[in-house]
């Protein structure tokens, strides 16, 4: 039977769970640590302002491979509002929980081979839902000078930024950088 016959498949109830039985971790030894810190928001009460539909709009357009649960995107697509009910309802409960990721080969046309770790459908609409929720709020508080790393935005928008302020009398411009700041401050 080929995809295109496969009757749309029913979401899971709780997604994947953590692995259980021989060969899974074993559970942390020594004293308890909180299981969230302090500063971190849980997902169900984000989960309310997640736009799950605009994410599996954006993750259904670049199509892509299966994860782990054989899922395509074209299956997920049959009963989309089904899968993203659930998901919905995993995060609102705190149930959701991220599937392993599928090691996928793939030819390279100059010869060799690519290694690519490819997330289930769900978790790539979790993740986009993520990248959304927080775009629209770290945006709003970036410096209008800071063009690096942000939608929309890129080097020739700072290139104009730069002529706009030359038109304006500005002479000097300071090109700064912190060498390996990340490494330096862990």
Not at 46 to 62: I, M, T
Not at 76 to 98: E, K, P, V
Not at 131 to 157: C, I, K
Request: charged fraction near 25%; charge should be positive; aromatic fraction near 6%.
């Amino acid at each position: 039977m080929s995809e295109s016959e496969t009757p749309p498949l029913e979401p899971p109830d709780a997604g994947c769970a953590p692995p259980q039985g021989p060969g899974a971790p074993a559970e942390p030894q020594g004293p308890s640590l909180p299981s969230r810190r302090a500063t971190e928001v849980p997902a169900r009460l984000l989960a309310a302002q997640f736009d799950l539909l605009g994410a599996w709009q954006r993750v259904s357009e670049k199509s892509g491979m299966p994860g782990v649960d054989g899922v395509s995107v074209r299956r997920f697509g049959l009963n989309h509002q089904a899968w993203l009910r659930a998901l919905q309802a995993r995060l609102a409960g705190d149930r959701y929980r991220a599937c392993p990721l599928r090691l996928a080969e793939l030819e390279k046309k100059s010869g060799g081979q690519r290694l690519l770790l490819v997330p289930t459908v769900a978790d790539r609409i979790v993740q986009a839902a993520v990248t959304q929720w927080l775009t629209r709020r770290w945006n709003a508080a970036f410096d209008p000078a800071s063009f690096g790393y942000r939608p929309g935005l890129g080097v020739h928008d700072a290139l104009r930024a730069i002529a706009a302020l030359r038109d304006r009398g500005f002479r000097w411009v300071l090109d700064a950088d912190i060498r390996s700041f990340l490494d330096a401050a862990s």
